[in-house]
């Protein structure tokens, strides 16, 4: 009974995948067909923009840095100070080692934003 439920699954979501499609096509013939009945240019409303991603490499490496900082501090302290080892073992210190990533983290965002905001 198991097998026919996945297949009957795997038949729908084909069927769904190619009358999207289908539909999509078509809905977009009618439109092309619209605009040269219309007299508009085809070409110009359909030709390819160029796509530019800007991506914040300085944000995702100061995020970066900052958890990194993070991480080192707290083994820093986890490895020198023999009162930190012992309080921080356990549960407690899996939370103040994930706490001091964040709060790096989110420091080294604000920097970011500071350093990459656009002067005026």
Known sequence: MRNGFEMLVWLGFFAAVFFGWYFYLKARNKERMALIESGKDVS??????????????????????????????????????????????????????????????????IVGYYLDKPKN
Do not use: C, D, N, V
């Open 44 to 109: 110009e409303i359909y030709s390819k923009q160029e796509i530019r991603i800007r991506i914040p490499w300085l944000k995702i490496g100061l995020l970066i840095t900052g958890i990194g900082l993070g991480m080192g501090l707290f083994m820093i302290l986890f490895s020198f100070i023999p009162a930190f080892h012992e309080s921080m073992k356990g549960e407690i210190g899996q939370f103040f080692l994930i706490a001091s990533m964040m709060f790096f983290g989110g420091i080294g965002l």
